[in-house]
C-alpha cells in the first residue's frame, strides 16, 4: 500500500458557547463563536503503514515520581488524543463504507498538538477529532464525498462512540468557523439543525476568563445525569432547558443588527443563571462561580463557554474594556485565572444569515 505523497496538516480553532448552552444537546438552540486564539492541529505524514504517534506533552506515559504522575491524572485525567484519532479514523471508515465512498489505499502516520486548555470548556475533543477528519478527507481526496454539512454529524459520532455525552454545537461552530446561531428543535432528516451566521461586526468585545487550575471534570461527567432525565421526561429539566434555549433564541433576533449588542449582557446573565439553577452550584463548580463573580464586580456579565473552567464575557456599557478592564485583569491574576480578549476566527465555509424567526 503506498504511502501519502506529502503531508497533509489541518488546524481546528476552540470554540466558546454565548448563549443557550447547553440546549444543543437537547433540542434547544444556542449560539457560539470561534475560538481563534486556541486550536488543535493535526498532521498526516507519509508513513509504510497507518501510524497513530503519542504526543509527548499530551500523552505521556513516562514520570519523574509517582506523585507527578498522580498531579497529572488529577488535572488532566488519564486520556490524551490519541483514542480521539484513533476512533476519528475508524468512524471515517465506518462511514466511507456505509456511503459507499471509495478510499484509494494510502499509509501515513497522523499526529497532533494543540494549546486549547484542557478541562475548560472550549471543546479541544472535537478540535482535534474535526483536524483528524479533515486530514483524512484530504489525504484520501474524498472532499466530493463528505461535505461541510457532514463533518458535525460524523464529528459527533467519532466522540460518542467513546461514550462522550455532547451535542452538535461545537463541531458546528468549529466546521463553518465565526459566530454562528444553531436551531437544533427540528432536525432534518439527515440530523442537521438550522445553523445561520452572524456578523461577528455585532458584537461586543468578548473576553474570556480561564481556569488555570482545571478540576478534572469532563463534559460528558456534567451532562450526564441531566441527560439521563430530560430523555426520561422530566418536567423541571425540559422546563429548564427551554428556558437556556431561550436565551440564545432571543439573541438571535437581537444580534441580527447592530443594536443587539446592547442586549448581549443581560442574556447572557440570564443564560447563566438558567443553566444554575438546572444544573447547581456543585456541577457549575465554585471557580467557575468565582469567576461570574469577578466579571459582575466589574460591570461585566459570564456565561459558561463550555461544561466548565471558563467563561466568556462582555461588559455592560462600551466603555468598560477602558474603565473596568483593567480592575479585572488584577482581580483575575489574585484569583489565579487567566483573562483573554477573545479574537472570533473567521468564517470557513458559508452560511444563511436569514431563515425563518425560530422564536
Request: charged residues 15%; hydrophobic residues 45%.
Amino acid at each position: 500500500m503506498p504511502p501519502l505523497k506529502a503531508p497533509v496538516t489541518h488546524r481546528v480553532h476552540a470554540r466558546a458557547g454565548l448563549l443557550g448552552n447547553p440546549s444543543d444537546g437537547f433540542q434547544g438552540a444556542v449560539i457560539a463563536v470561534s475560538v481563534a486564539n486556541f486550536w488543535a492541529e493535526v498532521t498526516a505524514s507519509p508513513s509504510p503503514r497507518i501510524d497513530i504517534l503519542p504526543s509527548p506533552d499530551h500523552d505521556p506515559t513516562s514520570f519523574g515520581s509517582m506523585a507527578q504522575l498522580s498531579h497529572h491524572a488529577a488535572g488532566y485525567g488519564c486520556n490524551g488524543g490519541v483514542r480521539l484519532l484513533m476512533a476519528a479514523c475508524h468512524q471515517f471508515q465506518q462511514h466511507c463504507d456505509a456511503a459507499g465512498i471509495p478510499l484509494p489505499p494510502v499509509t501515513f502516520a497522523l499526529s497532533y498538538t494543540t494549546n486549547i486548555p484542557r478541562q475548560a470548556g472550549l471543546s479541544g475533543s472535537s478540535a482535534l477529532v474535526l483536524a483528524t477528519l479533515r486530514c483524512l478527507i484530504e489525504a484520501h481526496s474524498v472532499e466530493d464525498g463528505i461535505s461541510a454539512f457532514d463533518l458535525p454529524s460524523l464529528a459527533l459520532a467519532v466522540e460518542t462512540s467513546l461514550g462522550i455525552a455532547a451535542g452538535l454545537q461545537d463541531r458546528v461552530v468549529q466546521t463553518f468557523g465565526g459566530c454562528v446561531y444553531m436551531d437544533f428543535s427540528e432536525l432534518s432528516s439527515s440530523g442537521q439543525g438550522v445553523y445561520l451566521a452572524i456578523d461577528p461586526a455585532h458584537l461586543p468585545p468578548l473576553f474570556l476568563i480561564i481556569d488555570n487550575h482545571p478540576t478534572g471534570k469532563t463534559s460528558g461527567q456534567v451532562h450526564a445525569l441531566i441527560k439521563e432525565r430530560w430523555l426520561a421526561g422530566d418536567r423541571a429539566v425540559r422546563a429548564g432547558m427551554d428556558a437556556v434555549a431561550e436565551c440564545a433564541q432571543e439573541g438571535w433576533g437581537a444580534l441580527r443588527g447592530r443594536i443587539g449588542a446592547a442586549a448581549l449582557p443581560d442574556l447572557m446573565h440570564r443564560s447563566f443563571e438558567a443553566r444554575r439553577r438546572l444544573y447547581g452550584d456543585e456541577a457549575i463548580g465554585r471557580r467557575t462561580l468565582a469567576m461570574v463573580k469577578l466579571a459582575r464586580s466589574c460591570r461585566a456579565e459570564a456565561s459558561l463557554a463550555g461544561s466548565g473552567g471558563c467563561v466568556a464575557l462582555c461588559f455592560r456599557e462600551e466603555s468598560g474594556c477602558i474603565e473596568h478592564l483593567p480592575a479585572l485583569q488584577a482581580a483575575c491574576e489574585a484569583a489565579d485565572f487567566s483573562l483573554v480578549r477573545l479574537r472570533i476566527g473567521d468564517a470557513l465555509h458559508a452560511l444563511p444569515a436569514h431563515a425563518r424567526d425560530p422564536c
